[in-house]
Every structure is written in C-alpha cells, then in structure tokens.
C-alpha cells in the first residue's frame, strides 16, 4: 500500500510555515501500515496543483492533499480538483447548516464567502469538518484515492481521525501492525540506547524500536508485524515486559500520553490535589496541567512569582534567604512549595526557580540551572532538585517543566531516584 | 529562476522528524530570489533518488538536495549522485585532513567510516563543512545545478550561507522578491476577505496577497517581485499604506512577530510592567509573555485562580459576586484585575474566567465563552470584554488568550474597538 502526501501552500515552499502536517500525517498513515513514497509541497497555483494530482494518478493507493481550501481568493485547491476530476461544484446543504451554526454561535454573520465553502464537488463524497469551515474531499480515480484536507492543523487532523484513517484501515488492513508506545524519562537518549542495546539486538525480527525524544521524555515505540493479531500481541507483550525488567525507574506509562495527563489521572484517582508556584517556567507548568479536559478536579491555581518581590509579599520568602542563597536556590524552591500548598489548601505543590536564559546566568549557575521542590503532606515533606539543562529559553522552560511534573509523580508514588 | 529542494531520509516520511531544512533552504532562496517551486521528501533509496533527480534535470536552475550523507549504510546519497554524474569516487585530501583535525580535537580515533565520508566524486565540486565529516557537493547537467549538504541543520546551514547563497546570488540575481507581512487581529479571515476584496482586485500584477491565519490571528503577507529592488521596495510600500487606510484598527504589527512580543516591546519601549490573573487560560498567557527573552524587565507575575476559592482568598473576589453572576462574568474578571494589579504593583494587569471545554457550558454561557478584563491606571480604569469562540479546549486556551493580549494592546494604545 503506496502513499503520498501533498502539502499546498506559497507559505511553505517560502519557509514561512513549518510544515508539521505532512509530519503528522506520515506518522498515522505509516502507524496504518502504509508505505509514504513521498511528501511533496507545491504553491497553490493550478498548474502546479495539475501536475502534481496526475503525477500520483495510478501510482499510489492513497494520496493525502492538504491546504488551500480556505475561503479566500488564493485557496484554489477545491475548483482546481473539481476541474480534474470532472465535477461540478453543487451547494451542500449538510456543510452549510454547519457553518451557519457556527457563525451564530460567534455572533458573525454568514457572508458570500462563507457560503462559498458549503459548495463542493459533485464527485467527491464530502468529509464532515465539525472544526472550521472548510469540508474535506474524498475523490477515487483509476485506483487511487485523493484526499483533500484544510491545512489548519486541528481541522485536518479532526477530519483524518474520524473520517479517514478509520475508513482506509477497513479497506486496506491486511496486515496487522501494531504499534506499543513505552514513556520514559530520566536519561538521554544515547545513554538509553546504550542500556537497551542487548535488549534491541535480541529482538525478533517482526519487532522494530524507535527512540522519540521529546524534552527529556523518550517514547519508546516497539512496532510488531504479522499476520495474525493474537501472535503479534503476544509477542509485543514479551518485549514490554523485558523492558519493564531492564529499566523499571525510567518507564512512567504505557499509553502515549503526556506526563501531564499521566499525572492528572493519578490525582484523580487518589482523590489529590494540586497547586503551583512558578518562577522561571512562567506559567508553563500550570498550563500543562490545565490543557487537560476536567483539570479543575485537581488543579486549584498558582503563583507565579516572576518577580523576586512576589515571592517575599505573596510567598512569604525571606528576603534574607533570597539574599545569601539567590532566587535560584534549594531554599527558595523550597520554602515557595511549602508557603504555596499553605495557602491553596492542597495535597501537593510544585514550585520552580531557574535561569531558562539566554542571559542571566553565572560560573556557578549557568543558563539552563533550575531548582525543583515538591512539598506534601505524604510524611516526605518537602524533596528538592536541581538540574542543569542546556542553553536554549524555550527549550529550557520546557524541560524545566516536564522534570517538575517528574518530581510530582516521583514524590505521589513515593519512588526513589 | 526556478528551484526546486528535496529532502532525503525515511524519519521524514514517516513522521519522526519534521523538516525544519526545507523551510530555512526555501526562505534564503526566496529571499534570493528564486522560485520555489516545489519541494519533495524521498527515502533513503536508490531508485527513488534516482527518480527525483531525473526529474528535475532541466526543470529546474538548481536544486538543493539534503540529507543521506552520513557516515552509517544506510546513507546512499553520495554514491548514488556518483554514479547519476558519472563520477568516481577520489580520495579528497583536504577534506580527510580536516576530519583528522576534527577528530583529534574531540580526542576520537579515525576509523574506516570517516576515511570513507573524505571520498568523493570526481565530478563534483567540493563544498568543504568546518561543521561537520560530510562535505557538500556541486554538479551541474543539462543547465541544472544539484547541490549535494548534510542533513544536520547547522552543518547544512554553514555549507549554504559559506558556499551555496554567495555563488547563487553572483551568478543568479536578477529578480528581487520582497515580502512584507502585516499582522492583524480582530476579525475573520472570511470577514477579512470581505474588507479587502476591493484592494486585493486593485494590486499591480507584480503583487501577490496571502491570508494566513492563527487562533484568531491573520497575517497578511505582500510578496513584490520585479527587476529592480528600489521599485518593488516602493510599490509594496504603497500597497502598505493602503492596507493602514482601510484596517487602522487590526493592524497590530509589520514584522512578523507574535502578539506578546509586540505588547512585550511595547511595555519596555514605555517603561510599563504588567502581571496577569487567569482563570481558564491557566497560565497560557503568563507563558506566552514569559517565553519572550527579557521579559522579566515588565512581566511581574500571576494569580492563577483555577479553583474559585482562590479567587476569593488570593484576590479578594466576594462569594457573593461569584453566586449572583457566576465565576464567568465581566464583573469577577474585573475584579481579579483590580486586584492582582494592586497585589503586584503593576501599571497594567489582564484577567480572564470563562469555560475553555469540553464540559461546564450552559444555555446562556455555552462552552468557548470568555471574560476579560484590563486594568491600568492610565486614568480608563478596568475595561472588560466578553465573547464566545469555538468548542475545542485547547483552541479555546489559545484563543482566549490571544484575545485578551488583544486587549491589553488597545488599552496601552488607547485604542477604540
């Protein structure tokens, strides 16, 4: 089974957007056991929109296309492949009751550019967008499907999860693939590669691991392949029990979630609370947790003290102690963990304090220095941390982050280092 | 000038590594002044290099080929452009003398494969990488220029700007491209379109116009192309001011910049400080003003009162207030912005409640529904805002977000709506 992705936009091709769709979307199509021949960017001109659609003709099974299907005159995609596969742009009356629903619910009215979206080709079958307004397209012609998707990333993922990947596994599923994602945190890549080297050499052949590193957290992804799923399964388990063996400390879950959701399900099943007190990460630990659905359940808020005197006034820190220790401190961290659990009532807190950089650091604490406490009242008290990352802000902040939510699930199930 | 980029590597294809090469290569060749006029992911195959290649002989003026020239067997690229430029491959003693040199440095022995990556073919110009092992490499057939770089972005990025970009803009610059982008928020792009459907009808021919948007967020970008750059500089900037007639009020930026980083310049310009209070942004906004370096000179801190106790216990929001209008109405949200502003001594603060999903709507406050309000002491007191935006949780954060940096921009401004 053959694919290609075909990414439209002038954006592109100029640099000005990274192009994280066809990233995306080769990673759920390999995952459906499709080979991605290609990926393939090109400006939203007709011609180029022609060729590229009658070079994939016959070539491939499967061909995902993405953007240009917004409402403005450069988004020619939906008439270009209207042209090339002998359609006639009809008023879908589904479409349109959609996006007139979701105009009313912004209070904006519903203009002549607007109702052009709800026009689709007679020749395709329309996939129900419940995100935007643009629908998505599903034409078949001499043995090859083309897929027509928005570029907006959540509308173009909406679309392929509950439209098309669940369609294309029911047509083309004849081998099994299944994919087992392992997450780990607490050491580098190449030094994880180095422990599991014995393990990955005595692998059977239908098994593949891959390394994705992401902020300190590596997900490990064993792939098996076969014809029978049961035998598949059963041997994919073997070799995640065999990792369980091996690295027992490093493993935080086996479901491909972020330590945030991970996290939050072990609040939630425990009846526990939470609260933050963030400097260097300026809010984004708090926005981690909140970014999941019924996080009020635990989380109850934060104070982000950014500014040394906002530790003194809302977290009680001495001055003095910020004096002869410095902001970023065991002490500090420590004292705004506690100071900040008082004051929100909760079972838990995590507090940070660190040079995320580029400037601010010194010889004996560089840029990339952050110091972590998590205080409870399990009978632990208060742990502290500190760590050394590397010398990128964005990167720092959210490496700072993830080792904080580390800390938390280290001190909530009471696990060594 | 036409060109085209291909890049080589199955971690492309399948998702595990997005392709940030591509877009660096396309924006300094555009701004050079080429045409990008596609760009393409293969795998690391013979016969599928041999195909792209074919393919773009006389087709294109040059192409730049990235990836696939490492030193491990599964790096084809370089013997398979051998032998497609009926080459031979030579020992070449410059470049094994600086892999010795190099490697000395990291104290690492030569071995067999890095005495390999010093071969190269004979019909190539080399380009020699201070970076890196992999040295880039020259061709030219039938009018074409394909250039050979590693995959590694900075050794990549060296091979260009040392190398590549000089000798292309001597032998190639004819046409000057400019772009310009005008960010704006405040209205849909369709809305958008509708504005300036008239303006867009009335470009000189050498002028493209492109909508792209983000979470509320519309950039506009003007491409100029022409001979001279002078002229093209002019008519763009022509275009410009005619775009400030017609939408003063959602122009925010013309450099292409995120909106807490323009209100980020804004504040240091003015000496001002800021913190913020969230409630169902969660720390979204403190984290985009604190992921801008520096932001500590006017970022001060926040209350986030995720749990409505906090809002009455850290910032003094009476029960009653919460009862008789709920925890989502302009009045609490003006509230909080009162008083984190007086906690934290700040000369501006934004507060936001509301319900980001994908449960706790009503009838009357339906899921995507958001207050805001900014306090300041610029003599308007608190302004409070309210709308309603989609269904999705995290578009929901983001949009909120984003719409109360908004806000905060036109009180600085003293904007009307």
Excluded at 208 to 228: D, E, M, V, W
Excluded at 387 to 395: A, C, D, H, Q, S
Aim: glycine residues 8%; hydrophobic residues 35%; charged residues 25%.
């Amino acid at each position: 089974m053959k694919a290609e992705i075909i990414t439209i936009g002038d954006e592109l091709l100029i640099g000005q957007t990274v192009d994280t769709n066809s990233a995306w979307i080769g990673a759920e199509l390999s995952q459906a056991g499709f080979d991605i021949c290609r990926k393939i960017s090109i400006h939203d001109r007709r011609e180029d929109i022609l060729d590229a659609v009658s070079e994939a003709v016959s070539r491939y099974d499967i061909v995902i296309i993405t953007g240009g299907l917004g409402p403005t005159s450069d988004d020619i995609t939906k008439q270009t492949l209207c042209d090339i596969f002998n359609g006639r742009m009809v008023l879908n009356p589904t479409v349109l009751s959609m996006i007139d629903e979701m105009m009313k619910r912004r209070g904006i009215a519903m203009n002549e550019n607007n109702r052009k979206q709800a026009e689709v080709p007679d020749s395709c079958r329309v996939l129900y967008n419940k995100m935007g307004t643009a629908p998505g397209m599903w034409f078949e012609k001499e043995g090859t499907i083309f897929i027509s998707l928005p570029g907006v990333p959540y509308e173009m993922k909406y679309i392929m999860n509950e439209h098309v990947l669940p369609e294309l596994k029911k047509r083309f599923q004849s081998q099994v693939i299944i994919h087992r994602n392992i997450m780990t945190y607490g050491t580098s890549e190449s030094k994880l590669a180095e422990i599991l080297s014995g393990f990955e050499k005595s692998l059977p052949p239908e098994i593949k691991l891959a390394y994705l590193p992401s902020y300190g957290i590596i997900k490990l992804r064993l792939t098996g392949t076969g014809r029978n799923r049961e035998i598949v399964e059963n041997i994919v388990d073997e070799q995640v029990k065999k990792l369980y063996s091996i690295i027992p400390q490093l493993i935080y879950s086996e479901i491909d979630e972020p330590i945030e959701s991970f996290i939050g399900n072990l609040l939630k099943e425990r009846g526990l609370t939470i609260c933050t007190a963030e400097s260097c990460t300026g809010g984004k630990i708090a926005q981690m947790l909140t970014s999941i659905p019924g996080s009020s359940q635990y989380y109850k808020g934060s104070v982000i003290a950014y500014d040394n005197s906002i530790k003194t006034s809302l977290l009680n820190v001495p001055e003095e102690m910020i004096s002869n220790y410095g902001a970023v401190s065991e002490q500090v961290v420590a004292k705004m963990a506690t100071e900040v659990r008082k004051k929100f009532r909760t079972d838990y807190s995590v507090a940070t304090s660190g040079i995320a950089g580029p400037d601010g650091g010194s010889e004996s604490k560089p840029v990339g220095t952050v110091c972590i406490a998590v205080s409870s009242d399990n009978g632990v008290g208060v742990i502290t941390e500190k760590y050394v990352f590397g010398n990128e802000r964005i990167l720092n902040i959210n490496r700072f982050s993830i080792a904080s939510l580390n800390l938390v699930r280290r001190q909530i199930l009471q696990l060594q280092k």
